[in-house]
């Protein structure tokens, strides 16, 4: 469930309807991982599909109405505008990395190329990025990480309306193996993009080969 809260704080929203009625939802691209989102909450509601103009893809969303579920979400610091207020939440700390998975699928992005092409010899590194309208839940989500011993991490406002937070080389590559390898999800079937967890094994089988 901490992965769903963290999906949520990345690509959730609440909302009220004009009769009171409140809804809180998902709306992504990704189908196969908003059914999966689906499983693990045990919820019966159908998937929506709003089809794409031509070179866009399809959103699928997942709506469920229940106003003591959007009560816990606000007590847990979402409201419905939540874009530029949200907080990191309290997570327990067996838990906080299967959020911090679950908002990295959303809000989040790995890289991995060469760097200093111009030299002689290159240099391949691997970094990953959160995004966020709201500054202060990324200084809260340095913080929360950095505790666990994963130091550094570049905070800076970009020039459109958001902040990112960046972790490269060996940072992050603790940060992954605590994303996905020491993480309570890890001893059952935890939820993942494989396609972001595919560009970190990529990396370290480039890594060994050159060490």
């Known amino acids: 469930m901490a992965y769903v809260l963290g999906f949520f704080a990345a690509d959730g929203y609440i909302t009220v309807n004009k009769r009171g009625g409140q809804f809180w939802c998902i709306q992504i691209t990704d189908k196969k991982l908003l059914e999966e989102i689906k499983n693990v909450i045990q919820a019966e509601h159908a998937i929506s599909e709003r ?15 229940s106003i003591e579920m959007c009560d816990d979400l606000r007590r847990l610091g979402f409201s419905e505008r939540k874009t530029k207020n949200i907080s990191v939440p309290c997570v327990p700390k067996e838990y906080f990395f299967d959020f911090v998975r679950g908002y990295f699928d959303g809000d989040g992005n790995v890289w991995s190329g ?19 309208c709201s500054l202060e839940f990324l200084r809260g989500l340095q913080k929360i990480i950095g505790s666990f011993g994963i130091e550094g991490g570049s905070l800076y406002k970009a020039k459109g309306n958001y902040a990112r937070l960046q972790f490269s080389a060996k940072a992050a590559l603790k940060l992954y193996d605590y994303m996905y390898n020491q993480c309570s999800s890890s001893k059952r079937n935890g939820l993942f993009l494989q396609r972001k967890k595919d560009v970190f094994e990529k990396y370290c089988a480039i890594a060994s080969l050159r060490s």
């Open 51 to 65: 089809k794409g103009s031509r070179g866009t893809h399809s959103l699928y969303r997942l709506q469920i109405g």
């Open 114 to 132: 060469n760097i200093h092409k111009e030299r002689a010899t290159s240099h391949v590194t691997i970094r990953i990025m959160f995004t966020s």
